[in-house]
């Protein structure tokens, strides 16, 4: 069996001690071997951590030669010093891989408002470097380098035929709270071995995401520190891709983003639901969005999910403060394929069954459609548990 | 002493059946003398319940007999049968007080989406008609008979001088979850004895309300049947009032409201804290009414609080991802009067002294200055708790 990482990478995890459990690993570093084409899309939070501003200014690029991050502390509020913090991280990491510190990017996940304790980082890079590799063993120690409370390590790989040869593509991500559209406490990375330019990656990237992670939230709160990055080695042999070929690229992309995005709802902090969303109907992309995010944000849908409460009642209330105009009495509400409500008037259902539906399976499934349009947008969320408040209120102090 | 109720209105509160506990009322009535100058606020939810839909168009009015509410069932998302069921329960209390269905005005709220139980509702219609009187009791009653999931009634009360004359301004309002700017699962009624035509009853809710009302969330979730009421009976002996004798209502008028919209959050469903947030020094009331309530609604933030946690970096970047552009490097935190958070960068304080004083204290204040301008505007909120998240997934099933 081949391994499913691309060709021009190498990967490494370790503990360095941001973290208090010394058996995970606070430390993620990828290194290229050669210059290597790479785009980014990054948070709307306006208070954005050193990293995000750091990588920001050099992407999308074609000579970039490492990402560095670490996980534990996310150097955001960190002001002056937390600049010069993220600067000497990536300075230590091209000193090492004898590159310059403008070539390497940078990512921090964890408790904002705190300085990075360098010294332990210091000692940290130098072990990380040492212990890179490109089998899959490797892979994973980076993506749980990136880890805060996530359960386990979020990832996903596909291959796909490019031109005429195989393109991989794997990547990682993380999170687990603050995780709101427009990138939320979201670190991801995607690795493929096709030839891209820097314009087309960035361009990849943009799509996909508006479809894939800035769908996803857990607790509607946007993060400082979201950042996703593609990297692409050309090592695949494909030669320029175009045309078709960037389209079934792409296509792959958003299926590879879409599987890892999944993955955060789904591990939300104490969830006990993944929740899909899915509106139909609407007049545009816009209208069906901002639905589509109404309803799940709500932490009264949230709570109902949680409890295996068919309480359409909420969901129909939600999708009716939104904002968009609709016709009330064209909405119908579809929960795990049960019809629940049209017309304006609750629908007769076995509430027991409808009940159980949510209760027997992870995933609940909430159909809105309306009478304004074709259009239909899709949305993950996580439900609203005790757990969630606990572990939130118990966070720090 | 004295009677705070305003002269014109007769009260009462009756146990019907909607609620499943026999002493707690769920009918609540007043009627008034004479016909009356009423105005009301409404719901911005596009899903609306009947008796909003009725009240809506018969206000302003100078020609209003009676308020009749029930509790327990909120007559929203109930078609045509429950326009049907609203409609009757205004007729009814017309027929009894011996005026047109059109001069009664309608407040459910409850469950949504199930039929009122009429049978229930015509009987207990005639006993709270029996029971109507002009005493701080009968207000009390009428008081408890509009509340479902609250913990104890919510009143205030008033006394000042307009043209000569002792006004008594006296309210009543609900809401415990379901909470959110722009009249969320909120039933407010407010009686007054000054003279005021209907123009002037509309215009001086729709000010105030802006500053009280519209300033609270509990759960971020706007209801589909929000009513605020004004009603004046003129019975004070005003004779007409203006120029700054209105001034002067209105200011009493607003601290009421302020009075009564604060006991929502500070009774939020589960709720251990009552936060005020003060947003200072913004460029426009829109901008620092949208920072105020994107830090309001954070589950993050509530969840901080809960915990007696001074976790700056969730308020920060909260207001960072509010949509409102400030300059970052000039906001400050103050928490409980403690400076936690200046120039981009963690102020040094002691993080015991400052988690006390939330634990401590049932109110939290959170301060957030800009240097935009030199616009303030100030907001309430509950905090989050696993009491909350355990009733909202208990809720119904």
Redo the contacts between chains.
Sequence with gaps: MTSPIPAGFRLGGFHCGLKRNPNKEDLSLIVCDEDTVAAGVYT?????AAPVVWDRERTPSDKIRAVITNSGN?N???????VKDNAEMASIVAKMAGVSADQVLTMSTG????HLPMEKIRAGLDEVFQRLGTDESHFDAAARGIMTTDKGKKIASRECEVNGKTVKLIGMCKGA??I?P?MATMLSVVLTDAELTPDQAKSLLTSVTNDTFNCITV??????NDTLLLLASGKAGTGKVEGAALDSLRSELRQLCEDLAKQIPADGEGSTHLIEINIEGCASREDAARIAKTVA????VK??I?????????I??????SG???D?MG?QLIVNGHLL?Q????VKFD?KTV?QSIKDSFETDITLRFTEGDTKFRYWSSD???E???F??????
């Design positions: 709307t939070n306006l208070v954005v996310a955001a509020c960190t002001g002056e010093q937390g408790i904002i408002g705190h709270g603050m709101a427009n607790d509607g709160h946007r993060s400082t944000d709500s932490a009264l709570t109902a949680t409890g295996g409460d068919p309480n359409w009642g909420r129909v209330s939600a999708a009716g403060y968009v105009s609709f009330p909405m409500y017309q304006g008037t609750p509430e009940s609203l548990t005790v969630y408040v606990r939130n209120s118990e966070y720090r102090t």
